[in-house]
Each structure stands twice: as C-alpha cells, then as structure tokens.
C-alpha cells in the first residue's frame, strides 16, 4: 500500500531555517517524480517544487532560491529544506507522488504538515 | 507562474451536472495535455480525479469527467451527489519543470 507521512512542521521565525520530512511506502521516492505542494490557510493550492527519478529538481518563482528538495533513497524520505522564511510561507505542506513521469497526475498525497512562520 | 483562473463557486441539485472552467494560456493548458484535477474535503488531502486531461484513476465515479479546448480544461460531474461537496482544482504542467494549479472552486450541492 502506498503511504506518504510528513513531519517536521512547526512555528519558525521569519528568516528563519526548518526542514520537512516525507516517508514514503509502498513504492521507492528514487524511481519516481515526487512534488511538495502547499496551502496556505483558507486558501488554495500552490505547486513548490519537484525532484525527477534521474534527480533533476525544478522549483516554483517563489521560493526559488530558499528552498531545497532533495531525497535520502535508503531511508526513502523525501525533503524540502526551507530558509529564509517568510511570513507568506505559512501553509500545510504537501508531499505528492507525480506518477508516470508526470503524466499520470499526483496521485498520492501525504496529509500534510503545518509550517507557521511568525515572530 | 499565474495561476489557472476558476470560478470561485458553483453549485447545482442533486442529480443534476455541473462544469467547473479552468483557463490558461497558451504556456500551460493550450500546450501540454497535462491537466489534472483534485477533490478537496475540509481539512482532508487533495484526490486525484482526472489527469492527462479526460482520464480517471482507477477507483474514481464514471460520473466525473474531463475535457479541454483550446487554453480552457473542464470538469463535469453528472448526477451530483451530496458527497461531491468539496473543493476542486485544475493543475496544469507549465514548462520547464514547473507547475500550476488553479485557485480553487467550492461545489456546494443545495
């Protein structure tokens, strides 16, 4: 059975540092495409970033350049590595398998861990 | 990296159908036949419905369906239900690695 599981959530201060984790089973992070999505309270869903089988990583205008996704294949967990947070960062974040080469949609979701950036 | 444009709401009675919009341009929806929309309860994940535009995951009603022309992506649920009350997003591939979704809209069955 597929299962995706974030942690890490919690209050950081702005400009502030935090890493979320995703622990996948059921399939591998490494021979997929796997995306972290975020929702900010009472608003709607925003793609953030994604890393490719092959380890190519893409990454939405906003946090370009403040965020980091990376994967450990052994412990098959998936990270986003977060820095210089901002206010406007505060969202439930979601890990998401984009299946077939991103064909097939994101088709698996974790439920989701809550980043609160505020002083 | 605008998002996709849907209507905020629609609703409709039960057993009817209703279609929800999603408009892009010409750099997402018009360009990739990567659309995929997600049903959305209150404080639940995202569910895939459709993707690759008009396909269902294994598992999803034959009530919903996809459809795209041009820059717009549509989702059409027949025989509306009670349980199809939720929120539901279109998301297009956009280039370059990246990815949009729409803002949302609420489904309210009355």
């Known amino acids: 059975e597929v299962q995706l599981v974030e942690s890490g959530g919690g209050l950081v201060q702005p400009g502030g540092s935090l890493r979320v984790s995703c622990a996948a089973s059921g399939f591998s992070v490494s021979s997929t495409y796997m995306s972290w999505v975020r929702q900010a309270p009472g608003k709607g869903l925003e793609w953030v970033s994604v890393i490719y089988s092959g380890g190519a990583t893409y990454y939405a205008a906003s946090v370009k350049g403040r965020f980091t996704i990376s994967r450990d294949n052994s412990k098959n967990t998936l990270y986003l590595h977060m820095n210089s947070l901002r206010a406007e960062d505060t969202a439930v974040y979601y890990c998401a398998r984009l299946a077939s080469a991103g064909t097939g949609g994101f088709d698996y979701w974790g439920q989701g861990t809550l980043v609160t950036v505020s002083s | 990296q605008s998002a996709l444009t849907q209507p905020a709401s629609v609703s409709g009675s039960p057993g009817q159908s209703i279609t929800i919009s999603c408009t892009g341009t010409?750099?997402?929806?018009?360009?990739?036949?990567?659309v995929s929309w997600y049903q959305q309860h209150p404080g639940k994940a995202p569910k895939l419905i459709i993707y690759?535009?008009?396909k269902r995951p294994s598992g999803v009603s034959n009530r919903f369906s996809g459809s795209k022309s041009g820059n717009t992506a549509s989702l059409t649920i027949s025989g509306l239900q009670a349980e199809d009350e939720a929120d539901y997003y279109c998301?297009?591939?956009?280039?370059?690695?990246?990815?949009?979704f729409g803002g949302g809209t609420k489904l309210t069955v009355l």
């Open positions: 690759e535009g008009s």
């Open positions: 998301c297009s591939y956009a280039g370059s690695g990246t990815w949009v």
């Open positions: 010409s750099s997402d929806v018009g360009n990739y036949n990567l």
